[in-house]
């Protein structure tokens, strides 16, 4: 399937739910505070959203300590202007098994099968919490960034509800309908820290070397 035929699928689900007036619950994965915040304003009308902030890949701690604060501080301003509630869980940080788990793949350029390994890494997690802790549903808003490959995402998700039964998974590419330029300017208008690179230690030093080329 495409891009367009995930984000078709989303649009079906959606308005499935709405017919059948129920609210269910959804984890969603979040990478960082610019790909949800724009999102979480128009799921929260839809979904009881829990955040769950597994990023082991960012590096270093610091980075990812940096990242969760803005997410927390974006929760702030959310809680003030819109009336459902958002949870947030924040699972431990281990970079070390990451890489350790990344290490066949460390090689590799950016957008390649480290990329996708990275992602599925995280959703593996997501997906395990949110069968074990009885969730409806289960997504990321990895696919709002243009610099994420949706396709892999939505296929990564098809793939591992397979192995979780008990959730379902979203399929969208929230980037569609101008998602990530809503994202951008939200996150502007917030002054919401917007990052140089991915997160991992391989995107740190290839955005250090792009620096120096320049």
Not at 89 to 95: F, G, L, R
Request: aromatic share 16%; with cysteine.
């Amino acid at each position: 399937m495409d891009k367009n035929t995930y984000y078709r699928l989303y649009q079906e689900e959606i308005a499935k739910i709405r017919r059948e007036g129920r609210r269910p619950s959804l984890l969603l994965h979040v990478c960082c505070s610019v790909c949800a915040c724009d999102l979480l304003t128009t799921l929260s009308d839809i979904f009881d959203i829990t955040i769950y902030y597994f990023n082991d890949n960012i590096y270093p701690e610091e980075e990812f300590e940096h990242r969760l604060a803005e997410v927390k501080r974006y929760l702030e301003w959310y809680h003030e202007n819109y009336a459902h509630p958002i949870s947030l869980i924040v699972p431990a940080y281990d970079n070390a098994n990451y890489m350790e788990e990344m290490q066949p793949y460390l090689h590799l350029g950016e957008f390649t099968q480290r990329c996708w390994s990275c992602y599925e890494y995280r959703l593996i997690r997501a997906f395990a919490y949110a069968e074990e802790n009885g969730y409806d549903y289960v997504a990321t808003v990895m696919s709002v960034s243009r610099y994420k490959n949706a396709v892999k995402i939505n296929e990564l998700g098809e793939k591992l509800q397979k192995i979780y039964p008990g959730v379902r998974y979203l399929y969208t590419d929230f980037k569609k309908d101008r998602g990530e330029e809503r994202s951008n300017a939200l996150s502007k208008e917030l002054g919401l820290y917007r990052q140089p690179y991915c997160g991992c230690f391989s995107s740190l030093n290839e955005y250090r070397d792009r620096k120096k080329q320049k």
